[in-house]
């Protein structure tokens, strides 16, 4: 009993005596996020890892479980032990992921997701109808209160409609003022950006990526699609904000370009120590 406690305590720290002899941006990202007890945001990167130039990396696979394991889905970190057993089979790394396997898949109440529990039903229970599929449980298991804030805006200028009713010399004199508000909406178009993708690291780090052993493609496929439109509802709002700011940024531009437009007319019309912008 005691020495199981000890390997679980190994894996969920990812423990690994055989890391990795280079490394890909992702899994050096995972890692930092890993040892951070960042645990969603690591497996996301090392799930870009594995599916990038990591794919054979058995440390990456090692990590990516231990993570899987922090956030109890251990159908899917079973799945990147083996994984790492198959590329790796005969190291100190092995001999973790063997004991880790061996604890996981005969302890009395392990902590499993929808997918392990069908596995583990799988010879006792008739496969799910396509009804059942349809209505699967997703998995993804974040308090949208929990997730990156979007930052308000508001825009008070001018509409172009408005903007065209004014003369050249108006025009011109706004030209700061509209150049300033073009690089508030394209600054806060750069902040919404950051933020959807802080967003769909963490939501889209819990849709399954694969399917539990024993699962067939029609069960997987019903969980992962519950899991995508839940992730897609999660992140509808980011996107709702990013397409209206993203009208903000045209009209700003537009303003400016027409403000502009109006100075370089206005200036020709003007003796050359009173143009707008000096000489």
Known sequence: MLRHAVVRALV?????LSPALSYSREYEKGLAAFQSGHNAEAAAYFLAAVRGADAQNPA?????ASAFLRLSRVDEALHEFHTCLELKPDN??????HQAIQYYEKAATPKLSPAAVFQ????IT????????????PEIKIDPGKLPKIPSYTYAGPSIAEVQTWDYRRQADYLDCAQ????????????LTSCRRRAEMAVN?????????GEDEAAFKARYDASARQAGDLLAP????EEKQAGFVDLTRAITEMCTSAAGGFNKHMPTGCRRGGP
């Open 12 to 16: 969920l720290m990812g423990f690994c």
């Open 60 to 64: 990456a696979r090692y990590y990516l």
């Open 92 to 97: 100190e790394m092995a001999s973790y992921c």
């Open 120 to 123: 583990n039903n799988a010879l």
């Open 126 to 137: 008739p496969a799910p109808s396509s009804m059942e599929q349809a209505h699967a449980v």
């Open 180 to 191: 300033e508000s073009y690089d508030l909406a394209v600054n806060q178009m750069d902040r």
């Open 205 to 213: 780090s819990q849709v399954p990526g694969q399917k539990a052993y």
């Open 238 to 241: 980011y996107k709702v904000a």
